[in-house]
């Protein structure tokens, strides 16, 4: 039977992360029992019910009460428009991790951070040894990134080991290179998401990545949708799709694919025009919020800390990496931040390569614990891009979106 729940025990409890919908929640061992009952081994709720009374002398009536509201309970904290507040905790084994398998690309977008294009790749045996040590670990999810993946020769063999080890797959792709056969092969793969990269319709999209670049995704995200292959599309926020976010929700909706927004990142001068005004990109967000909510689309937002400020809830954490995440770029070296090493903040050499001891590299190596420490409210990436500074200010961070809001709200009350 395949697998639906991943189940592994951290520190006094259990995570169970839960493949298809990408959800985790914590658990005491009854409830780990539970749902690998459920999920994993087809029981029904009455089967449970008598394993649990007789294995944990618990009176049959009440197993029956408990196995119903525990199940309850369950299904609101893996609804897809809940939090993943355990992503905000310091794990002690990663839930997942980018692994970037190429630096190669066929396209040369405007916002990429990569000056220079190589033709880098990753070797198969290398990555799925690397893959291979992580399953060991338990660790959940694998997001294949690039460059472009679909440029790595060995990408099918990559995906179909990473189902047989029963990771959920995550393969981040511009689409151009994704024809009728790749399709079919995709369809057979169990597990995975294809997340498409656009942003914007036709003529943002092509302005941004290349002429007639659009019309090639846009045939592609109906033919993967046509043979039900779960696809999700990301957009990246910058001041020329600014003003037409809108357009690329409905244009999802008519797909009934979820959008996933996050914000453009500024590495190079040529980027200085693609920086969005903050108010402007705070709004947005604020109304992304609204749609989610009232229409019920299905939209991702990556701003976790404004998202529950606006929502009321407790306070989260900007950025997770380092603490439930781990990336490993195409050298095989362990990075705490993408973007932050990307911007140059990173001395050549600094950063850790994975090896049989990346578990206690993740959690005791100089460059992440210093991470870690220099805080993770904000967005470390942005205030050094933007003042040098891994402490300076974020302009787009939770406290840049409280002043403008507290303004805002002031100036509403005196008008």
């Known amino acids: ?201 036709e003529k943002i999209h092509d302005y941004i990545r290349g002429k007639n670049v659009f019309s090639k995704v846009d045939t592609v995200l109906r033919k993967l949708c046509a043979a039900e292959i779960a696809v999700e599309v990301t957009c990246t926020l910058n001041s020329v799709n600014l003003p037409i976010y809108r357009d690329v929700i409905e244009y999802c909706e008519g797909l009934k694919i979820p959008c996933n927004f996050n914000l453009f990142k500024p590495f190079r001068s040529e980027h200085e025009g693609l920086i969005p005004d903050a108010n402007t990109f705070f709004e947005a967000v604020a109304d992304l919020l609204r749609l989610r909510r009232d229409k019920g689309y299905r939209i991702g937002l990556s701003n976790a800390a404004i998202v529950t400020e606006l929502l009321g809830l407790p306070p989260r954490n900007e950025c997770r990496a380092t603490r439930s995440g781990m990336v490993i770029d195409v050298t095989g070296r362990m990075v705490t931040c993408p973007s932050l090493n990307a911007a140059g903040y990173y001395e050549v050499g600094e950063l850790p390569f994975f090896d049989d001891n990346f578990m206690e590299t993740w959690r005791n190596h100089e460059a992440f614990v210093r991470f870690r420490q220099n805080g993770l409210r904000e967005c470390q990436a942005r205030s050094f891009i933007f003042n040098k500074d891994v402490h300076g200010r974020d302009p787009y961070g939770i406290d840049a979106f409280q002043e403008y809001w507290h303004n805002k709200e002031a100036a509403t009350a005196q008008s």
Do not use: W
């Open 1 to 201: 039977m395949t697998m639906r729940v991943k189940i592994r025990k951290e520190k006094s409890r259990y995570l169970a992360y839960f493949i298809d919908s990408r959800r985790i929640v914590g658990v005491n061992e009854i409830g780990s029992v539970i749902l690998d009952l459920l999920f994993n081994q087809g029981r029904h709720a009455e089967e449970i019910a008598n394993a649990i009374a007789g294995d944990y002398q618990i009176p049959l009536s009440q197993a029956k009460t408990d196995v119903a509201e525990f199940l309850a309970q369950i299904k609101t904290e893996v609804h897809p428009d809940g939090f993943n507040v355990i992503e905000q905790e310091q794990l002690e084994v990663p839930l997942g991790i980018e692994l970037e398998i190429t630096t190669s690309c066929n396209l040369r977008c405007k916002h990429c951070f990569q000056e220079h294009h190589g033709e880098m790749h990753m070797p198969t045996e290398k990555a799925i040894g690397i893959i291979g040590q992580l399953a060991d670990h338990q660790v959940c999810e694998v997001s294949l990134i690039g460059g472009e993946p679909f440029r790595h020769k060995g990408l099918m063999e990559i995906l179909e080991y990473c189902q047989n080890r029963d990771m959920a797959i995550n393969l981040v792709t511009n689409a151009t290179l994704i024809d009728e056969d790749v399709v079919k092969r995709l369809a057979g793969i169990n597990r995975l998401v294809v997340i498409v990269s656009l942003d914007g319709t």
